[in-house]
């Protein structure tokens, strides 16, 4: 995970850099890329957030998987000492039970992606963090008003947090995993019932997101709204992914 963390930095050093150094090039960069958001709006979208939904859950699989083989070793360290106590009495059994633990230790360090799981996340980003939220945001919630002022903004932020995240936002995501995984509506919905009792999910995005909304209804352009909340989402989507993934 630092080597992942150390290549992002790095990486963002060098474009900062090689942008500092083409100063002619970054408006024309930066127009091309508006001007692809502005006329393509759900292209956009679900290039954006199929590609941070997979990649979040695979940061999540990794950081479950690390935890995983952290405890197994442990385990098997323990197992280890004890079987060296009683090695004292029977030899054959250290020389043996050496082997077994080398093994398992060996295997416990193998990380293998869920590619359902990863697929699942794809889904959901791609057609509903991307192609519903760009409908939801610029065409729905625009009909309470189009302004930036604190009434309207507060109005908009509590739609979507009260309204939407509740009751489609993340029901949607336990209803992908559901049907990826054959289980029926009620099963997911239950689920999701027990995620919102006893893990706070619910509270959890509230207290991501009602800032994030804030910003994303009274400063951020209309075609990067879903952009935006991509970004921000991605920290969600490693939580979102760990909960599911336990649920």
Known sequence: MTR????VFITMMLIGTASSMHPYHRPSVTSAISNFYRKNPFKGAFLTCSIKGCTADLVAQYIAASKANDQHDENVKHQQDYDNALSRL???KKARGGDMHDTAIANSKKFKIDLRRSAMFLIYGGLYQGCANEFLYNSV??????????RTVGKKVAVDAFGIVPFVCIPMAYLVKGLLLRRSV????SNYWSDVVNKGVLFKNWMIFIPVQCLTFSVIPQHFRVSFVACVSFFWMIILSCILSSS
Do not use: H, I
């Not at 992942?4 to 290549?7: E, I």
């Not at 919630?141 to 604190?150: A, S």
């Not at 009620?186 to 919905?189: A, C, E, G, L």
């Open 141 to 150: 919630l625009p009909r309470l008003g189009t302004g930036t002022d604190w």
């Open 4 to 7: 992942l963390l150390k290549v």
């Open 186 to 189: 009620r099963d997911s919905y």
């Open 90 to 92: 029977n030899p054959l």
